[in-house]
């Protein structure tokens, strides 16, 4: 079985990151995730990260370097790749599978509802935020 590859932005904007709420009738709905997609055939994660934010948020990326990931096996065999990136836009200027997006400062990300994935990944990157 082929490992599938997601990939997901750390996408940072004065001190804060960027954070979407899945919608009603989308996989993980209700739960907080950086957002992201599948890296298509041929595709780098980058290129991958950068056409996701187009499409499902309109937002035109800076992506920059790797800074983790996890790998979950079963049923969903697949690798979520955090890349770091930024972003000139203050707000998406829509949202295809989300129903919130929020700007969050790092200490307090812990208080969302993350998606498994997502909340190992960002123990991963920011643990070193966590106070308590």
């Known amino acids: 079985m082929s490992q ?4 997901c932005g750390l996408v940072w904007r004065q001190g804060l990151f960027l954070a979407a709420r899945k919608k009603a009738g989308k996989t993980n709905a209700g739960l907080w995730e950086l957002p992201g ?3 298509g055939q041929g595709e780098t994660a980058g290129q991958a990260l950068v ?9 035109e990326l800076k992506v ?11 049923a969903a065999n697949l690798r979520l790749i955090a890349l770091e990136a930024s972003c000139a836009l203050d707000w998406p200027s829509h ?3 989300h129903d919130s997006v929020v700007w969050v400062a790092p200490e307090f ?3 969302l509802n993350w998606c498994g994935n997502d909340a190992r990944l960002l123990q991963q990157i920011l643990g070193a935020f966590s106070r308590g």
């Open 4 to 7: 599938l590859q997601v990939v």
């Open 37 to 39: 997609g599948k890296v």
């Open 51 to 59: 056409r996701e934010f187009q499409e499902e948020l309109g937002m």
């Open 64 to 74: 920059g370097r790797v800074l983790g990931s996890v790998e979950q096996a079963g």
């Open 95 to 97: 949202s295809s599978d």
């Open 109 to 111: 990300w812990r208080l």
